[in-house]
């Protein structure tokens, strides 16, 4: 494999995010001819052309697009690794969430990161009054609901970027005394259901999905899919869940899936959201590739692509569906 020059690939970043060799001098704080004989050397190197150069506007070959792709990945896997063994300068990361997900999901997995990135500081709010990028307050933002991702993604001032968490799975969930007596979905009719009242997923849903009418709410209520879960596993009754958030209880068995061979229900309930920027900050994209990675998807920045682990894929913005008899699902959610 040929050695090709990192300031020829730094040049040549730089020119493909701006759309001119004068703009990525201003960018790098070198001369255009600088920008320009580097992109040269880059080409001759790799035998192809990058750009097409029409007087001074530019724009990306086939080939040049390739390479984009790649090397910014490139120099945001060399990012995070020059973070990870770096404790000279703290990052400090501000971060809102919806609260379940925050309980469920987040924090028991912050130690992980913050053992493998040295000098990152995670501060983290919950509540379902989500950020809006107004006040500086925040950093970024994982938002639960469909109809708040949307009221962000068309904000304008700040202009915000609304990723999608990947698909989830919501399934019935209950205390493992309690499971003897649901041997089909019709058995549920009989016993308690605990209803999550900001969940975008309910019985209605999964009870249609199975080709059943759903009963009259009449169980106990909770605002958090937190609480939910801590009730069914205290033998309240049974919770419509995300397996996504019940992950400890379900590995730990204080919760169990009465009905593997049922139709769950499928939907894209979790949003990371950020303001836009022209350059994002390093603490943001290394949070953005662990989380990335940590959920098996892939996210894009806008320009700064976070690659999915190995055989990784991404659930689709908003999409609710079905999945058949038998389907586990990658992690379900309904973080309120």
Same mark, same amino acid.
């Given at each position: %494999?040929?050695?090709?020059?990192?300031?020829?690939?730094?040049?040549?970043?730089?020119?493909?995010?701006?759309?001119?060799?004068?703009?990525?001098?201003?960018?790098?704080?070198?001369?255009?001819?600088?920008?320009?004989?580097?992109?040269?050397?880059?080409?001759?190197?790799?035998?192809?052309?990058?750009?097409?150069? !029409?007087?001074?506007?530019?724009?990306?070959?086939?080939?040049? +697009?390739?390479?984009?792709?790649?090397?910014?990945?490139?120099? !945001?896997?060399?990012?995070?690794?020059?973070?990870?063994?770096?404790?000279?300068?703290? %990052?400090?990361?501000?971060?809102?969430?919806?609260?379940?997900?925050? @309980?469920?999901?987040?924090?028991?997995?912050?130690?992980?990161?913050?053992?493998?990135? &040295?000098?990152?500081?995670?501060?983290?709010?919950?509540?379902?009054?989500?950020?809006?990028?107004?006040?500086?307050?925040?950093?970024? !933002?994982?938002?639960?609901?469909?109809?708040? @991702? !949307?009221?962000?993604?068309?904000?304008?001032?700040?202009?915000?970027?609304?990723?999608?968490?990947? +698909?989830?799975?919501?399934?019935?969930?209950?205390?493992?005394?309690?499971?003897?007596?649901? #041997?089909?979905?019709?058995?549920?009719?009989?016993?308690?259901?605990?209803?999550?009242?900001?969940?975008?997923?309910?019985?209605?849903?999964?009870?249609? #999905?199975?080709?059943?009418?759903?009963?009259?709410?009449?169980?106990?209520?909770?605002?958090?899919?937190?609480?939910?879960?801590?009730?069914? &596993?205290? /033998?309240?009754?049974? @919770?419509? +869940?995300?397996?996504?958030?019940?992950?400890?209880?379900?590995?730990? /068995?204080?919760?169990?899936?009465?009905?593997?061979?049922?139709?769950?229900?499928?939907?894209? *309930?979790?949003?990371?959201?950020?303001?836009?920027?022209?350059?994002?900050?390093?603490?943001?994209?290394?949070?953005?590739?662990?989380?990335?990675?940590?959920?098996?998807?892939?996210?894009?920045?806008?320009? #700064?692509?976070?690659?999915?682990?190995?055989? #990784?894929?991404?659930?689709?913005?908003?999409?609710?569906?079905? &999945? /058949?008899?038998?389907?586990? *699902?990658?992690?379900?959610?309904? &973080?309120?």
């Amino acid at each position: %494999m040929q050695h090709l020059p990192l300031n020829g690939l730094r040049a040549f970043e730089a020119a493909a995010r701006t759309g001119s060799f004068r703009a990525a001098a201003e960018l790098i704080g070198v001369t255009p001819s600088a920008i320009s004989h580097a992109i040269r050397a880059l080409e001759s190197a790799l035998r192809t052309s990058l750009f097409v150069r !029409d007087g001074r506007r530019i724009g990306l070959t086939s080939q040049g +697009e390739i390479l984009l792709r790649h090397v910014r990945q490139g120099f !945001d896997e060399l990012s995070r690794g020059v973070a990870a063994v770096s404790s000279q300068n703290r %990052m400090l990361l501000r971060l809102h969430s919806a609260p379940s997900f925050a @309980a469920q999901w987040l924090v028991p997995r912050l130690p992980r990161l913050l053992a493998d990135t &040295a000098g990152l500081e995670v501060r983290v709010a919950a509540s379902n009054t989500y950020s809006r990028f107004l006040s500086g307050e925040f950093d970024a !933002d994982i938002l639960y609901g469909a109809t708040v @991702a !949307d009221a962000h993604r068309h904000s304008l001032h700040p202009s915000v970027v609304v990723l999608p968490l990947g +698909e989830e799975t919501v399934t019935p969930m209950c205390a493992p005394a309690l499971a003897p007596r649901i #041997a089909s979905p019709r058995d549920l009719l009989r016993q308690t259901l605990i209803e999550s009242d900001n969940k975008g997923v309910r019985w209605p849903a999964w009870f249609a #999905a199975n080709g059943l009418p759903p009963p009259e709410p009449h169980g106990p209520r909770f605002d958090r899919s937190f609480l939910s879960l801590s009730a069914a &596993a205290d /033998g309240l009754g049974v @919770a419509l +869940e995300s397996t996504r958030l019940a992950e400890r209880e379900l590995a730990s /068995g204080r919760l169990v899936r009465p009905l593997p061979m049922a139709r769950d229900v499928t939907y894209v *309930g979790h949003y990371f959201a950020f303001p836009r920027a022209g350059h994002y900050r390093l603490e943001l994209l290394v949070f953005a590739g662990w989380l990335a990675a940590e959920l098996g998807i892939a996210l894009e920045l806008q320009g #700064a692509a976070i690659p999915p682990p190995q055989g #990784a894929g991404a659930g689709a913005a908003g999409a609710v569906g079905v &999945a /058949g008899a038998g389907a586990g *699902g990658a992690g379900g959610g309904t &973080a309120s």
